[in-house]
């Protein structure tokens, strides 16, 4: 069967493929548009996909969204190899696509999220993927993702999806916590601090943050010659250097910074007609790109209040640096029957 210039372009359009591809598609099938894009599917898509599936994929997406329905929030991970891949409209909405599958499956892993239908589609992910693969050009991979089911989620996308954060709340007696977890969320996407407080500062971070600043001070003639006590009490003194950029508690607060990020959160809680009484965290550091990733490690205590609106130690825990960063704060009022607690995941 014969085709036209018109029916390669037609092709093209429904496949995202190149034009030499589509014609040699309709060349292989006859001319019978179904039959070439199966074509596509079965020859060129797996090929392609199998060939670029060794590249590296340092580039991609962060993307948090949270169904107006429901409520269940989602964020998620995709990489690729290219900054202008990237920003490109056809991997845009795959990348939401995948969020929207994390949130109506809620899938177990990214395993499990590979074998869940694609949107507006009768295959899976995993087989949606090779065709994606072929028509946006570059290799695709999906990291990792983070669903909340319950409760309040609110999500916030920095910079065109260079930043996703995800945060959840958990409210009691009416309260309307959502402007505080977006402004914590801003915060930390903002200036993305290492630690929630001071108090989670492990002793090998500030061992060796201090022998950084003696080392230094060694080096400057000026300060070579003072004796070691006065070094130690000057270290002593940087470190609430340390602390106000590392730790997000004693950081500035970027929309005010008249005042910390303490004493915001506890303005926030007597607004709401209480007081801030406990501020505690579960954290760790989130990831750099994967060309810049440096390997750090923080230990966390995550609280949450009990029935009586106590705070009681959940867990403790040592998790490494790359992608997600889980911190969660709760603050426990004057008026028990009213507590706010916020858990919220971050990717870089």
Not at 57 to 65: F, I, N, Q, T, W
Not at 141 to 165: D, L, P, W
Request: proline residues 3%; aromatic residues 6%.
């Amino acid at each position: 069967m014969a085709f036209t210039a018109q029916d390669v372009k037609t092709l093209r359009e429904m496949t995202n493929v190149g034009m030499m591809d589509c014609k040699k598609a309709l060349t292989e099938t006859d001319g019978d548009m179904d039959k070439a894009v199966e074509w596509l599917r079965e020859k060129k898509g797996l090929a392609k996909a199998a060939k670029k599936a060794g590249r590296i994929a340092a580039e991609g997406m962060a993307y948090a969204d949270v169904c107006p329905k429901c409520g269940v929030g989602a964020v998620v991970e995709v990489n690729c190899e290219t900054d202008f891949c990237a920003k490109s409209e056809p991997f845009v909405n795959f990348v939401k696509d995948i969020c929207h599958v994390v949130i109506n499956d809620n899938p177990a892993d990214v395993e499990a999220l590979l074998n869940c239908k694609y949107p507006n589609s009768s295959l899976t992910v995993a087989e949606t993927l090779p065709e994606k693969v072929m028509s946006i050009g570059e290799n695709l991979q999906i990291r990792r993702f983070v669903r909340y089911a319950e409760n309040t989620s609110v999500a916030y996308v920095h910079a065109g999806g260079k930043i996703g954060v995800l945060v959840n709340l958990a409210v009691e007696g009416g309260i309307d916590a959502t402007a505080i977890g977006k402004d914590v969320a801003m915060q930390i996407a903002a200036l993305n601090p290492r630690f929630w407080d001071k108090s989670d500062v492990t002793e090998d971070v500030l061992a060796e943050e201090k022998k950084i600043a003696l080392a230094l001070m060694d080096q400057d003639p000026k300060m070579a010659s003072k004796p070691q006590q006065v070094k130690e009490k000057i270290v002593m003194g940087k470190m609430n250097k340390f602390y106000e950029e590392n730790c997000l508690l004693q950081q500035e607060f970027v929309k005010d910074n008249s005042m910390t990020v303490e004493k915001y959160i506890a303005s926030a809680a007597k607004a709401l007609g209480g007081s801030s009484s406990s501020l505690l965290t579960q954290s760790v550091s989130p990831r750099a790109r994967a060309l810049r990733r440096r390997k750090r490690t923080s230990r966390s205590r995550g609280r949450s209040p009990d029935e009586h609106g106590q705070v009681s130690l959940q867990n403790s825990l040592i998790l490494k640096r790359p992608p997600i960063s889980r911190r969660s704060f709760c603050f426990i009022q004057k008026d028990r029957r009213k507590s706010v607690c916020l858990f919220f995941f971050i990717i870089i």
